[in-house]
């Protein structure tokens, strides 16, 4: 057995185990594993394993590897801060989008979505800790933008993204996540009817499911420790 096999069993184990202790059921929670950085032969073995879905952050680098791997019924989500001269490229070849943020992005990747493939699955990246040196949409101004996004012709809004500040606190975990549940329970009852709360990471993805993560997104405790991006000018 390889170690990104084990490793894969290891964590869907851990997502298991938090969503029975939650009283929840395990299958409502999918694992998206976050390959950025790493080579297509990682992702070609993690598929060989049953993984089907990939999260990617640099979109130059994403490119090459969905075209490397096309001969494989992958499911690919862009999850990284994403520059609107890259929009286009995106919306070719994503199935999903978890970091919008903004009224400019969203009506780029609308126009952008080719018309021949589905509506491209969004979900708005919330600030939730409020630190500036993190994407997201404060969450005062994000009723606002989900209404926009929702009425975008190519587009199809299922939820809210967040990365809370890191932390071993247990408690604080589970704090920060359950301010974003809140958030989409907000939404929902305007009648948003969001079904997706894309939370949780390798070191915090039981505080997550904890708190209603429908999609946990884990790149180490699959992969192993992040390679170093190549600075290509290209994101």
């Not at 012709?153 to 939820?159: A, F, Q, S």
Request: with cysteine; aromatic share 4%.
């Amino acid at each position: 057995m390889t170690t990104i096999i084990s490793a894969l069993q290891a964590v869907k184990q851990r997502i298991a185990s938090a969503a029975l202790q939650a009283e929840r059921v395990p299958r409502d929670i999918h694992l998206l594993a976050v390959s950025k950085t790493f080579p297509a032969e990682a992702v070609r073995e993690a598929f060989q394993a049953g993984q089907t879905a990939f999260g990617e952050s640099y979109v130059q680098e994403a490119v090459d590897k969905i075209s490397s791997l096309s001969d494989l019924p992958l499911e690919w989500h862009f999850i990284g801060p994403l520059q609107s001269n890259k929009t286009r490229l995106v919306a070719e070849h994503f199935s999903w989008v978890h970091s919008v943020d903004r009224v400019k992005i969203a009506d780029r990747l609308s126009a952008a979505r080719p018309s021949e493939l589905p509506p491209l699955q969004i979900c708005l990246e919330i600030n939730i800790s409020g630190e500036a040196s993190k994407s997201g949409v404060a969450p005062h101004e994000l009723e606002a933008l989900a209404t926009h996004v929702n009425a975008l012709p190519r587009l199809k809004l299922r939820g809210l993204m967040a990365i809370p500040v890191a932390t071993d606190d247990t408690a604080l975990q589970k704090q920060q996540f359950r301010r974003v549940r809140e958030l989409l329970d907000n939404l929902n009852r305007k009648n948003f009817q969001l079904d997706t709360l894309s939370i949780g990471m390798s070191n915090d993805l039981e505080s997550a499911v904890a708190e209603g993560a429908t999609i946990v997104r884990v790149g180490s405790a699959i992969f192993g420790v992040r390679q170093a991006h190549k600075n290509t000018g290209l994101r």
